[in-house]
C-alpha cells in the first residue's frame, strides 16, 4: 500500500532537519510504523540492538542513566542478545537489557505483545495475586475470565502452580524478572508471567479455600479483547463512586460526562486502584475539573531541559499549568490507590494531594512516574518505549521510585478479601458523609 499523501510529502522535510521541527521524533516514529521491516535475521537483530542501545543512550531523560553504566550494560548484553536462541528469548534479552536502568517505563515489547497493545487485547488469564503476612492471596481476579467460571475466587490462597510449590515459583520468577522502578512494579512482572502462557499450553493451579478445602483448576492460553472500561455508581444516595481502567482518551468523553453530572453530589470517590496510567495530559484534564483558575500543575523534565517542540511550537512545556475550569467540582473528594496505580494515576492523586483538593486512601503507590511519548518501531516487529520525560509534583515532590503515600494507609488484608470487604473504600465513604462542601484550590492556594 503506498504512503499517505502526507506523510510522502513530510518525509524530505523530516529528513532534512528532523532534529529541528521534530527533536523528539514524534511524528518521525510514525512514518517509521510505515517503512520498518517485520524480517527477525541476523542483521534485523543486530539493528534492534542498535537502534535500542542507541536510543537510550542518545534520547533517555536521565543523561546518567540513573547510576548504570549503560556502555558497559550493551557490551555485556550484546552477545546475549545476539545469540539468543530463538526469537523469544532474542526479545526477552533485550527488554531485559533495558530493565538494567530500574525503570518501568524504559521497555522492549515482542511483536506479539506490541501487536495486541495497538489493538487493545491481552492473552491475560485474568488472574491478581497479592503476597501478604507470607501468603499468595488472589485478589482482583477479573469476573469474566475462564478463572471465575471454574471457581477461583478473591480471597483464596494460591498453594501451587504447574505441580510446583507456589511460593518456590513465585521467588524462581521474581530472580528472572527484569528491573523495575520499584519492588512492587517487579512483582507485576511475575503476575504478568503468572498470567502468560505459550499457545497450546496449560496452566495448573492449586487452591484453598478459605474453609482450608483445597481444589485444582486448569487454564488455557486464550486471547481476548480488552478495551478500556469506565464506570460509575451513586452510593447512599448522593455520593458518586468512579473507577476506570486506564487513562485512555477512548474513554475521556464518558469519564468527563461522569463529572458533568456530579455537580449536585455530596462527595465522589475516584477508584484509582490498578490503574496502570497512560496519556498525562489527560489526567492534567481530569484534575482541572476540581480547580479554578490558573494553578501549576508538574514540573516536566526532559533530556535538553526544554519544552517538547514540535515543528517549532511547545506541545508540552517544562512548567505545565492546570487551566482550571470555570464552574469547578467543589464536592469533597476522595482517591483510592493501591501498589498497582502507576503512572498517571499516581500524577492524579499526588498532584491532588500535593494541592490539598483530595484526601488519599489505601496503599502506597508503584513509584513508577516517569512518561514516554509513543513506542519506537524496530526492525523485526517489536516495539521501544523509554523514559522521555521526568515529573515533579506542584510541591517538588519526586513519585519515581517513591509512589504516592496516601493520607490514609489501609492495607490489604486476608481477613477482608476472604469476607470479600473492602475497608479502603468504607474508609474513604465514612470521611466523606463528615465533609462540607469544598472551595476549590485557586492560584497561591496550595499546600
Known amino acids: 500500500m503506498p504512503l499517505p499523501r502526507l506523510v510522502l510529502l513530510l518525509v524530505p522535510l523530516l529528513l532534512s532537519a528532523c532534529a529541528a521541527v521534530d527533536p523528539h521524533r514524534i511524528l518521525t516514529r510514525q512514518i517509521d510504523r510505515l517503512t520498518v521491516s517485520s524480517t527477525l535475521d541476523a542483521h534485523h537483530r ?24 549503560w556502555a558497559a550494560v550493551g557490551q555485556r548484553y550484546r552477545p546475549l542478545v545476539l545469540n539468543a536462541p530463538d526469537d523469544a528469548g532474542f526479545w526477552a534479552e533485550l527488554d531485559h537489557m533495558t530493565g538494567e536502568l530500574n525503570d518501568a517505563h524504559t521497555r522492549v515489547e515482542s511483536p506479539a505483545r506490541y501487536a ?61 524478572v527484569r528491573g523495575g522502578s520499584t519492588s512492587w512494579s517487579r512483582d507485576a512482572y511475575v503476575l504478568r508471567a503468572l498470567n502468560s502462557l505459550p499457545a ?42 468512579v473507577r476506570f481502567s486506564a487513562f485512555d482518551r ?96 499516581e500524577l492524579v492523586a499526588g498532584a491532588a494531594q500535593s494541592l490539598g483538593r483530595a484526601k488519599v486512601f489505601g496503599e502506597t503507590t508503584c513509584g513508577c512516574l516517569l512518561g514516554f511519548f509513543d513506542y519506537d518501531p524496530l526492525p523485526g516487529g517489536g516495539a521501544l518505549a523509554f523514559s522521555e520525560i521526568d515529573i515533579r509534583l506542584p510541591n517538588g515532590d519526586r513519585i519515581e521510585g517513591r509512589g504516592v503515600v496516601p493520607d490514609v494507609v489501609v492495607t490489604v488484608t486476608r481477613t477482608a478479601l476472604e469476607e470479600g470487604a473492602d475497608p479502603a473504600l468504607q474508609s474513604a465513604l465514612d470521611w466523606l458523609k463528615t465533609q462540607p462542601a469544598l472551595t476549590p484550590p485557586t492560584a497561591g492556594n496550595t499546600r
Not at 494460591?158 to 528472572?176: E, F, K, V
Not at 496449560?202 to 472500561?229: I, K, N
Not at 515543528?311 to 470555570?326: E, I, K, W, Y
Open 200 to 241: 497450546g499450553k496449560v496452566r495448573t493451579l492449586e487452591l484453598a479455600r478459605p474453609d482450608g478445602t483445597r481444589f485444582s483448576v486448569e487454564l488455557t492460553d486464550e486471547e481476548a479483547a480488552a478495551p478500556p472500561w469506565v464506570y460509575a455508581h451513586t452510593l447512599n444516595g448522593n455520593l458518586v463512586y
Open 250 to 345: 477512548q474513554i475521556k468523553p464518558e469519564l468527563m460526562k461522569v463529572l458533568d453530572h456530579a455537580d449536585k453530589a455530596r462527595g465522589m470517590v475516584i477508584d484509582l486502584r490498578g490503574n496502570g496510567g497512560g496519556d498525562g495530559l489527560m489526567a492534567m484534564d481530569l484534575l482541572s475539573r476540581f480547580v479554578k483558575g490558573e494553578i501549576k500543575g508538574a514540573q516536566v523534565i526532559t533530556r535538553d531541559q526544554q519544552p517538547v517542540r514540535l515543528f517549532g511550537f511547545s506541545l508540552l512545556d517544562t512548567h505545565p499549568v492546570l487551566q482550571g475550569d470555570a464552574h469547578p467540582l467543589t464536592l469533597p473528594l476522595a482517591l483510592l490507590v493501591d501498589r498497582h496505580s502507576a503512572s498517571a494515576a
Open 46 to 69: 543486530e539493528a534492534a540492538f542498535d537502534q535500542v542501545w542507541q536510543t537510550i543512550n542518545d534520547s533517555y531523560v536521565d543523561p546518567g542513566f540513573n547510576g548504570v553504566d
Open 116 to 176: 495486541q497493545i495497538k489493538h487493545d487485547k491481552s492473552a491475560s488469564l485474568g488472574l491478581g495475586v497479592d503476597e501478604i503476612d507470607g501468603h499468595l492471596i488472589m485478589h482482583g481476579i477479573s469476573g469474566v475470565s475462564q478463572a471465575a467460571l471454574l471457581g477461583v475466587r478473591t480471597g483464596q490462597e494460591l498453594i501451587g502452580i504447574d505441580g510446583q510449590d507456589a511460593h518456590t515459583w513465585w521467588q524462581q520468577q521474581r530472580a528472572q
